[in-house]
């Protein structure tokens, strides 16, 4: 435990950087923790890619992407609300009453700044009322997004007389957004890419992703250190609203319409992918990535599943016993790893 | 002695990691007497009332109770046996009735369904016996503090023990409060019971005692057998080693306030009516018994904790309420608990140390060289020693920790660093550069306001030191009578207000 008294030769700081070798940079790659991830989604699409003919074709991966395009958007923000140790479970009604919003909005202005007002109001819905409360008043996230959750579909549901869906009569550039395609490319994978940078950008670049990880890993040690955590908890669930805006565009386009049943369970499937992404529920630990592979591994595994002519029931008991196992395999990798370092390290 | 002791202990040794809480101690508990346990925090007091109770198993040594040797596993056990251990913390379920914490665990049964009117009945016997005017369906939550302890010892009398050992009993209660319990001890010891008392408070422990053993790191340093005890005695038998000074260059006072704080006390009543100054490359020391208000003192200076109030003058200038505030006027706090307090323990070396670092810019985007080459020659001043800068914060030794934590408050760029309990917990090597840090950092002009248990440390490294007691300032001590027997006294209140020029 104890190092010999200073030996000023021996203080280097840092290890010089090694060039590495072949065996280190392979239990580089092993011990990274999305190894088993990446691991399981290539055997997936191998898998697939071998018993589906259609599986790795274009179309049918552009038309995966789609369909997952909203579910990516959302779990990229609800990283940020689990990395900063919260949790959200209204998002699903949010979008829905976003929707809404668009709808209304979408009457002789530009579908570009019908974009944007909608972003924004998302933004700053969530941030209002999920935000303020658990930030703020420091109530629990888990009660008031429970609460919101329900508010926000039961408002939609009475805007729309009593859950009938509505056309968007002028889809306009909201469609192209969610159907259309730049060259080869779906304009939604476009949607997916920017949001991943701007959210992996922001987390490993700006003060703020910093203060995420720093309120979600340690709260005490945050406000003790001068950071506003109320701030940066309605902040993050700004973010949240932000992407929940984002993705009621991308539905309303998929759509044409905006229906109050939609988006039943999304925030669950979200919190399932960030979970398998490799975030931590108790916070600070983490990140985008993670949950992106995670969500482009569920999105793979089902669609096989679909061209396999699985129902999608099973489908449903396939992901979770997926999230189960491999949630429970990486606690276990942890501790072996772990015991692995203090054993070289002592 | 004629009499045989109820209890007695053999050789006891406790280790815990590297440190030893008990280096083979010899105690013997007799009937119908009052034996008080003395010694500084740290010195195993607490360690060897857990080892008698089973709450520890000791690494060595053996516990007799009646002449008959027992190895506990569990305080369940200790219990059977007759020894039971108030604790210091408490232990009753708050949202309990008082029947149910004082049965808890057997709880009178029939085909499975508790016997609610037993309870009741067996519950207001025992209140009854310990003269305790409670209901026993009233929640324990609802009891003021006093209330609880009594509650507590009607719990452990439940189980009619042969020996009650009392870890602290008296640390959250009042004058009159400690009064009661105090009588209630007197009572045990009619009864014929064998009671090991803790007490940081010498009056409490005079009152009481028949018997007198002192601890210090972990050794026993000093027995007297009778009422007619020495306070003198008792604190040279405390601190009794032999001190190696490192000590502090003297200075003469500039004249200067760098940190005036007038009068300040906090919301909760932890801190009250405290004044205080220090003058730029001053290290005043704080001393003083856990739970004096030291720590909390800091905390509020620093805002983290409602001030109730009094000024706080920065250079001169007030310092409105909150961190934020305490933070850009100057103030930098080191935590006492690094743990729960102070460490992001997903996160690397480098994300810990930077914690406090923000450029004022436009657009508010980490810049990582930047960073770097302001976090570099801190992280080599403090002598960090790591593998990586990007590595886990959790993979390094305490001492390694604390000097990270340290070099992450100097990055705030404080005009006053506050430290508690610097060097809590971590090895030698580091406790030194630390010390040698704290010096440079005065010498350089900053001030340095220091909490510390260690004497040693205090009387090392502070120019001048003030001793706490319940929250105020009871001693300023400066020059030749700053030793560790005034430090000790003004802590224990063995005698009241010691002023010093």
Redesign the interface.
Known sequence: ??????TRES?S???PARKPSRSSLLSSITRHPLAPLLALWIAVVIYFWITEPRYLTGSNISNMLQQNSILFVVALAETVILLMGAVDLSIGGMVVLIGLVLLWINHGIPSVLVIILTVVAGAALSALVNGVPIGGWRMNPFVVTLGTAAVFRGLANVFTGGGNTKIINNPGFVSTLANGSVGPIPAAVIVMAVALLIFWALLR??????DV??VG??P?????????VARVRIAGFGLLGAAGGTAAVLQAGQLSSVAPTAAVGLELTAIAAVLLGGT?LAG??GGVIGTSVAVLFLGSLSNGLDLGGISSFWQNVVTGFILFTAVGFDQLRGQLLARR?RRE?T | MSRQPTLTAQGVVKHF??TAALRGVDLALYPGEVHSLVGENGSGKSTLLKVLSGVYKPDAGVVAVDGVTHAFHGPRDAATAGVCLVSQEGSLVPELSVGENLLSGRLPRRAGFVQWSRVWRLAAELLDRADLNISPKTRVAALNPSQRQMVEIARVLAHQPRVVLFDEPTSSLGTREVDVLLATIQGLKTEGMAVAFVSHRLSEMFAVSDRYTVLRDGDISGRHVGGDVEEAWIVRSMVGRELKRVTVASREPAGVNLLEIRSISDASGAVRDVSLSVEPGEIVGIGGLVGAGRTELLETV?G?RHRRGGEILVEGKPVSHG??HA?ASGLG?V?EDRK????????SVY?NA???L?RRRLV???RRRWERATI?PW??RM???????SQSIA?L?GGNQQKVLIA?ALL?APRVLMLDEPTRGI???AKQ?IYEEIVALAESGMGVLMVSSEIPELLALSHRVLVMREGTIVAHLEGSPMTEEAIVAAATGAINNVHAA
């Open positions: 435990m104890s190092t010999p008294l200073s203080d700081l840092v290890v670049f700006t003060y703020f992703g910093r990880y720093a890993g340690n005490e040690a945050a406000a003790l250190s001068g950071i506003s931590s600070g630990k370092t390290t | 990691g590297g620093f983290a961190i934020r933070m706090l935590t729960t307090q102070a460490l992001l323990p997903a996160l994300d930077a914690l406090l923000k508010p985007i980490r570099e992280m080599q002598d960090v020693r790591c593998g990586s800068y993979g030794s992450r705030g090895d030698l090597a550069r």
